[in-house]
């Protein structure tokens, strides 16, 4: 990681003429507060909730896996280790604000309203799980790596056409960025001042590739200079430096300035998803410890414990309540009739074209057997 700024200011790095891609950070991972300007309005109410959310967010990964390796959920793409980046971006958001998330971003989607038995539903490729309560502002997850970057720009641009005071949020990872639509995205929400906010979760690999491979460029956030948009990075394990930027970030873009670029250096701990690779086959040896040691829980907890705000009996009932929770949402997912083949294909089309209309007759007739 780069050397941590200490007494930059926010508003020196929301301009697009910013070239300083030092990576931002507040609480370091000692749990200490090393950028005390920075902080800004953030209370210890506020680091209290993000705890409590990091540690759901810690759970409902490990139910998830287990779940998943009972077979009783389908794709899944893990988040732990990626709690600050995803809790810390999203928290800074309103509900008026709009998500387009890609597939390990559903942590971000429950937090705005989706209720978790929908996402389970889409884990399972059911099709009820891309049916959304009405006033839920987002869509479901993107799997085409770096699709949301420019459905983005067009909903951003949407929302200040309507003039309404909110942005569109997406997010995407290292291997994201070195697709077209990443520099479509920012490119056209920047010569529009679409209000975006455009995040990269950097994990350091995309499947097997690590970033280095990606780009050449020495930072993500700089791609920002050539769309003429304010670049960040962010130490993407601090929960406190991701939600700050954010925040203002958002306020910037709500102001009509147009969308900025964040980058959040981060890692996820185990595969890429629980389809079969194995990062051991490529991640150096001992890199997992490595980042375990700036886990984001881990130095909040120091923070708060030593403030006398947290203890393991607080963390205890949080992890209790989650388990009950993913108990409720998957009993329900599971409730749900089994989507049948044909169901399938008429949701591919508003009106079915003439091979698919053949496909669901065939369908029809052996499920009505
Ligand atoms: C357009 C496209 N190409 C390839 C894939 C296959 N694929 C799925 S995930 C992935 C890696 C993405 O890595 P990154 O953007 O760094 O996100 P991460 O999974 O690390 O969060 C690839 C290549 C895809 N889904 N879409
Ligand atoms: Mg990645």
């Known amino acids: 990681m780069a050397q941590a700024k200490a007494t930059v200011k926010i508003e020196e790095l929301l301009r697009p003429d910013n070239f300083d891609f030092s990576t931002v950070q507040i ?6 507060i090393v950028n005390e300007a920075l902080l800004g309005d953030i209370t210890d109410e506020d680091m209290v909730k993000f705890m409590e959310e990091m540690v759901w967010a810690r759970e409902l990964f490990e139910r998830s896996t287990a779940l998943n390796r009972q077979g009783r959920l389908g794709f899944y793409a893990p988040t732990s280790g990626q709690e600050a980046s995803q809790l810390g971006t999203v928290l800074a958001t309103e509900k008026e604000d709009f998500l387009l998330p890609g ?8 937090k705005h309203g989706l209720p978790l038995e929908k996402a389970f539903l889409w884990s399972k490729g059911h099709v009820a799980g891309n049916d959304y309560p009405e006033d839920l502002k987002a869509y479901p997850p993107q799997i085409i790596i770096g699709a949301q970057y ?3 720009a067009g909903v951003a641009l949407g929302i200040k056409k309507n003039e309404r005071q909110a942005i569109a949020m997406t997010w995407t990872g290292d291997g994201g960025s070195s697709q077209g639509d990443f520099y479509e995205g920012i490119n056209f ?13 950097n994990n350091g690999w995309a499947i097997s590739t690590p970033r280095e491979l990606q780009s050449a460029a ?3 956030a700089q791609k920002a200079v050539a769309a003429g948009i304010p670049g960040i990075q962010v130490d993407g394990m601090d ?9 203002a970030a958002r306020e910037y873009a709500v102001a009509g300035n147009g969308p900025v670029l964040i980058e959040t250096l981060c890692y996820r701990y185990g595969p890429h998803t629980l389809s079969g ?6 991640q150096p040896e001992g890199i997992q410890d490595e980042w375990r040691a700036k886990d984001p829980l881990i130095r909040l907890r120091k923070y708060l414990t030593a403030k006398g705000l947290w203890d393991e009996e607080k963390e205890a009932a949080i992890v209790q309540k989650t388990k009950d929770e993913v108990k409720e949402a998957i009993k329900a997912a599971d409730q749900v ?33």
Do not use: C, H
């Open 218 to 220: 020495p930072t993500l």
């Open 103 to 110: 597939y390990r971003d559903v942590p971000q989607l429950i």
């Open 189 to 201: 929400a920047g010569a529009f001042k679409a209000p975006a906010i455009f995040v990269v979760q």
């Open 27 to 32: 609480m370091d991972e000692e749990g200490k």
């Open 150 to 152: 420019v459905q983005t």
């Open 337 to 369: 009739p089994k989507q049948k083949v044909s169901e399938f294909l008429k949701n591919m089309y508003e009106t079915p074209d003439f091979v698919t209309q053949e496909q669901i007759n065939k369908f029809e007739a052996k499920e009505n057997k």
């Open 239 to 247: 929960i406190l430096a991701v939600y700050a930027i954010t925040k």
């Open 277 to 282: 690779d194995d990062p051991k086959r490529y």
